[in-house]
Nanobody, 115 residues
C-alpha cells in the first residue's frame, strides 16, 4: 500500500514563492508517474504538473513558466516549486501516484495566496 505525504503549503502574498514536497512510502520500487493536482473551493480537481509514464513532464497552461516539478534525491519524492504565485493559485494541493494502474492520493496541503 502506497502512502503519500505532502508538506510545504502555507500562506503567501501574491508574487511570492512556495515549494511543496511529496514523499511516497510503502514500496521498494520506483514510482514513475507522480504529480500534483489542486482543488479550489467549488471547483473540480485539476492537474497542475506531473511526470508522465515516459518521464516527461506535463503542466497546466495556467502554471507554465511559473511552476516547476522535479524529483528529489530521495526515492519517490517529488517537489513542486511555485513562483510568481497568484490569488487564483489558492487551493488544496494533492500529490498523486499512479502505481500499477492504481491511483494513490495524499491528504492534501493548503496553499493560500493573498492579494
Amino acid at each position: 500500500q502506497v502512502q503519500l505525504v505532502e508538506s510545504g503549503g502555507g500562506l503567501v502574498q501574491a508574487g511570492g514563492s512556495l515549494r511543496l514536497s511529496c514523499a511516497a512510502s510503502g514500496t521498494g520500487l520506483s514510482i514513475n508517474v507522480m504529480g500534483w493536482y489542486r482543488q479550489a473551493p467549488g471547483k473540480q480537481r485539476e492537474l497542475v504538473a506531473a511526470f508522465t509514464s515516459g518521464s516527461s513532464t506535463n503542466y497546466a497552461d495556467s502554471v507554465k513558466g511559473r511552476f516547476t516539478i522535479s524529483r528529489a534525491n530521495a526515492r519517490n519524492t517529488i517537489l513542486l516549486q511555485m513562483n510568481s504565485l497568484k490569488p487564483e493559485d489558492t487551493a488544496v494541493y494533492y500529490c498523486n501516484a499512479d502505481f500499477f494502474r492504481r491511483d494513490y492520493w495524499g491528504q492534501g496541503t493548503q496553499v493560500t495566496v493573498s492579494s
